[in-house]
T-cell receptor, first 113, second 113 residues
């Protein structure tokens, strides 16, 4: 079965410090991987995607993600976190050619001033 | 603003009732996805339509059904509602060129009393 795991329910980080949100996947074939962010009372917003090519993917709002095939991981990173980055982050994998997404459980990021 | 609209924003109803949630995709998007977000189940894919045809089914209960109309808007029908159906229901749309880069609506919060 294809699955996406986010091992941390919550990540706490001080403003200005590096932020990492972890994601591991188990999908057949070449994975298409994504990160989405959900702000309170809002729908999900697309952050970035990995399809193929460079293992370091850059996305919106200064976020990037590193694809590691050997570790089946796709961790989200930001060099310097902002209080406004506090939100719920979802890792997802595409599981069919029509775009069906399998989401992880989500990780709540709390950035303190 | 993602360009995807959902109505209503909130819905409060009683067990055993039937409700209809409506979604209008971004202009030009032919694919519509429905997701359910609840505290215990996380974010789950329900069903996908492409240009009026059902393309993929996820963890959608038999009491639930959906359709996509010729003008591309979609409706999710939930019947014989149970307390456990209380959740946020999201609609998303995507272009066929980037099926996994989905644009989410603000969601409909359903409360079943």
């Amino acid at each position: 079965a294809q699955s996406v795991a986010q091992p941390e329910d919550q990540v706490n980080v001080a403003e200005g410090n590096p932020l990492t949100v972890k994601c591991t996947y188990s999908v057949s074939g070449n994975p298409y991987l994504f990160w989405y962010v959900q702000y309170p009372n809002r729908g999900l917003q697309f952050l970035l995607k990995y399809i193929t090519g460079d293992n370091l993917v850059k996305g919106s709002y200064g976020f990037e993600a590193e694809f590691n095939k050997s570790q089946t991981s796709f961790h989200l990173k930001k060099p310097s976190a902002l209080v406004s980055d506090s939100a719920l982050y979802f890792c997802a994998a595409q599981t069919d050619s029509w775009g069906k997404l399998q989401f992880g459980a989500g990780t709540q990021v709390v950035v303190t001033p | 603003d993602s360009g995807v609209t959902q109505t209503p924003k909130h819905l409060i109803t009683a067990t055993g009732q039937r409700v209809t949630l409506r979604c209008s995709p971004r202009s030009g998007d032919l694919s519509v996805y429905w997701y359910q977000q609840s505290l215990d189940q996380g974010l789950q894919f329900l069903i996908q339509y492409y240009n009026g045809e059902e393309r993929a089914k996820g963890n959608i209960l038999e009491r639930f059904s959906a359709q996509q109309f010729p003008d591309l808007h979609s409706e999710l029908n939930l019947s014989s509602l149970e307390l456990g159906d209380s959740a946020l229901y999201f609609c998303a749309s995507s272009a066929i060129s980037s099926p996994s880069e989905q644009f989410f609506g603000p969601g409909t919060r359903l409360t079943v009393l």
